[in-house]
């Protein structure tokens, strides 16, 4: 298996955790370097999150960090207690409520909080999302979408921005609306959003994969883009330009195995210079609902550009790595000799601060599958590395 190969992710639990292990997993969740892949691999590893916790100080010591500290007990206790003051329940992946599209794409958020009606986050759904500056026509065209598929029995998701986002979750709040948000759920935004998101937690949900409390900010909203496209069968674009933030949702849709769909409009008006280029590139090009399940029907053929990995890298604390190491090659290391300090200082020394390609950076350093892949995972949890989407491997310590 490639190191560059996603690992599985750990198997679904159908049975209730027991509430010391959902803390101990928000826990792992929100330590520091700990993003969906590690949590992944540390779950399947230890076989529980107390045991993972446990192992992180070494783990991270090994790769040059010793003073290492897993999230405190009393932050996720106080995380917990503040999502039950707003309402909002605490999700897990593994657990039976987790939306089950959402489980499908790579590396699905290790946490989520809803406010609402978590279990509409399980019916069919279709993503509308476009431009904050929207025109008057594209509002409407919002509206009567979004109006339309839901009657049909499709929940709308969007990203409760200005403009097109908020048209169509308007206009769904009847029928079934999910927003998802870019910072915690009991941080609304944009401020003036704060009616439409109480009636949208009265009748659809508002999720989140963000801490509760913490307040979005610019690096937040293209990682949230892919749990818009993540949580619906397609995504359709209204209004979108050129280097929109409705284009990263439309690439993640696309790596997602989804549909993306677009409205068209005219040629000299800039707000469609993004959906005119999706058609262009092979979208399909909608105009009513009977379009948009016409294309959900088959797979269609369509290739952009590939985003910058800068959308898709983050290093914060509760969610830092969408990397692509192959950690169940660690499965199989018992202990054999391996370079340690070396090897981390070789792959440091073969870094730089443009990304290149993992697979080419173990062929480079000779190790095992398995040396090498522990040397990432410490690495990693040290916050020396970057592992990026698309099996990408960038140096961030800036001491190298």
Known sequence: MSVAESIAPPVN??????ESERLARLR??????????TYAYLLRRFGNAGQALDALPSLAAAGGKRDY?????????????????AGAAM???????YPPLLAEIDLPPPVLWAVGRAEILGRPAVAIVGARNASALGLRTARNLSRALGEAGQVIVSGLARGIDAAAHEAALGTGTVAVMAGGVDRIYPPEHDRLAARIGETGALVSECPMGMEPTSR??????????????????????????SLITARYALEQGREAMACPGAPEDPRAGGCNQLI?????????AEDVFEALSGPRTLALAEPGHEFLFDDDSFGADYGVADYDAIDDFDGAD???????????????????????IARQCGASPAEFSLAVLELDLAGRIGLL???????IDPAV
């Open 13 to 18: 639990q159908p049975a209730p955790l027991p």
């Open 28 to 37: 792992l969740a929100r330590s520091v370097n700990v993003g969906p892949r």
């Open 69 to 85: 500290v897993p999230c405190p007990l009393a932050e996720a206790e106080a995380e917990i207690e503040a999502g039950q003051a």
């Open 91 to 97: 999700i897990l992946f593994g657990e039976a409520g």
């Open 220 to 245: 937040h909203f293209p990682r949230r883009n892919r749990l818009i496209s993540g949580l619906a069968r397609g995504v359709v674009l209204i209004e979108a330009a050129v280097r929109s933030g």
């Open 280 to 288: 262009r590139d092979g979208a399909a090009l909608i105009r009513n």
């Open 338 to 360: 391996r370079t340690g300090a070396a090897l981390a200082d070789q792959i440091l020394r073969l870094l730089g601060p443009q990304p290149v390609e993992l697979d080419e």
């Open 389 to 395: 989407a698309g099996g990408m491997i960038v140096n």
